[in-house]
């Protein structure tokens, strides 16, 4: 209870940092499909205009939007429930599981360390507690076909499902030759990819987005991960796994072994992945920690020192949100102001292009939303063709300056907040 209560503390005094490109194409996103519906072609980016549009992720983008109804506040909020839930989840299924509250303690330290950018306002933060929460029933013979209809809400909040689904399909070829019927049925897991207002569309999307990508070329969280200073956390819990899974490796089930191996791999593959790692951790390595040291019981006065402390820090992380959530909408927005975004409003008057960076095109569209249709691109990659992504690459690269004199031969009103 203390160790989420910090986290949930340090989360809420850092909102601001959260709010990034994904949160303004979000909120973008959720108000287009609060007043028109489900989107099939693009109207919002001038480049992509008229593309075929699958909005897998339009669940949780309608959720977002409904709360940014009060202000930046509200989705900041939602972040923090989720982000709280999913540690607190991890924590009570590594208890039931037998761990000891010394070693769960440690566990739930892990996610926010290993993958700090689990903490962001984003659609994939609304899912964080779903994929514990199925994690956790996998371990269930007398649950785990709940998974089934949690992966059916989540087949339109985030395209992460497929990894889901793929954990809970096998789950069902651990079991099933002991439990037939169970089995079958979480073999056809990945079904439940379909279950969206898109349906079958949807086949050519996952296809697009697990084989080949095209936020590879361009977004590093979908590249394989590399050895820096933000990730040595996650290589450093990946050691310490490894070891004491090769030392214990009986105290966890096959499917648990399997599970997290591949998890691992897919970390390696994509950094967007090790949040998954990480919170697959946060359950199983507190009884790997047992297996290695045994906790020594705890005396009354150490039970009244821990109630106390999680107590303590519980209030003080209430606190800390409610000062945080109490901030108007200015102070979460740190990626420029109105007055930026309503100069160059004027600039494009009602035909001229905004050429702006991924990081601030969905905020102008969220700001300005008279420049629909009218803003280069934004981060929907997967719309771009490969050619429009390699110039996306070679602006990047260039200057201020350089940006600007394209902008202007290509007749376009560039952008930038600095």
Excluded at 50 to 66: H, K, N, P, S, T
Excluded at 299 to 312: C, E, P, T
Aim: with cysteine; hydrophobic share 55%; glycine share 8%.
């Amino acid at each position: 209870m203390a160790v989420v209560s910090v986290w949930v503390a340090v989360v809420a005094a850092w909102l601001p940092r959260m709010f990034l490109s994904d949160s303004w194409l979000a909120l973008v996103d959720g108000r287009y499909v609060a007043g028109h519906g489900l989107p099939h072609r693009d109207t919002l980016t001038a480049w992509t205009y008229g593309v075929r549009w699958i909005d897998q992720q339009w669940g949780a983008q309608v959720l977002l939007y409904e709360a940014s109804r009060l202000g930046l506040s509200g989705p900041a909020a939602v972040a923090i429930v989720c982000i709280a839930a999913a540690l607190a989840l991890a924590a009570v299924a590594a208890r039931r599981l037998g761990a000891s509250a010394r070693s769960t303690a440690v566990g739930a330290m892990i996610p926010v360390l290993g993958a700090p950018w689990l903490a962001q306002v984003r659609t994939q933060t609304l899912v964080l507690p779903l994929f514990v929460l199925v994690f956790a029933l996998l371990r269930s013979n007398r649950y785990a076909l709940v998974a089934l209809p949690v992966l059916a809400i989540w087949a339109n909040l985030h395209g992460s499902v497929s990894l889901a689904a793929g954990l809970t399909a096998l789950y069902g070829v651990t079991i099933v030759r002991r439990r037939r019927r169970t089995g079958i049925a979480l073999l056809a897991a990945p079904l439940t990819l379909l279950l969206s207002p898109y349906g079958l569309d949807l086949v050519g999307y996952y296809r697009a987005m697990l084989l080949d990508p095209p936020l590879a070329h361009v977004v590093a969280e979908w590249q394989p991960m590399r050895v820096s200073v933000a990730t040595a956390p996650f290589f450093v819990s990946a050691f310490g796994f490894a070891v004491l899974c090769a030392r214990h490796r009986r105290v966890m089930t096959g499917f648990e072994q399997l599970a997290t191996i591949l998890l691992l791999v897919a970390a390696l593959v994509a950094v967007r992945n090790a949040v998954w790692f990480e919170l697959a951790l946060a359950v199983v390595l507190p009884r790997l920690l047992d297996a290695e040291r045994p906790p020594a019981p705890a005396g009354k006065g150490v039970r009244r020192l821990n109630a106390f402390l999680g107590v303590g820090a519980a209030t003080v992380a209430l606190a800390v949100v409610g000062g945080s959530l109490a901030h108007p909408s200015s102070w979460f927005d740190h990626a420029g102001t109105p007055a930026a975004a309503a100069a160059v409003s004027r600039a494009a008057g009602s035909h001229r292009v905004v050429l702006a960076d991924d990081l601030h095109a969905d905020w102008l569209l969220w700001e300005r939303p008279e420049l629909a249709g009218r803003v280069a691109y934004d981060v929907r990659f997967e719309l771009l063709t490969r050619r429009q992504l390699a110039k996306i690459v070679a602006l990047e690269h260039r200057g201020r300056g350089d940006r600007r004199r394209y902008a202007r031969r290509s007749g376009e009103v560039s952008f930038d907040p600095r």
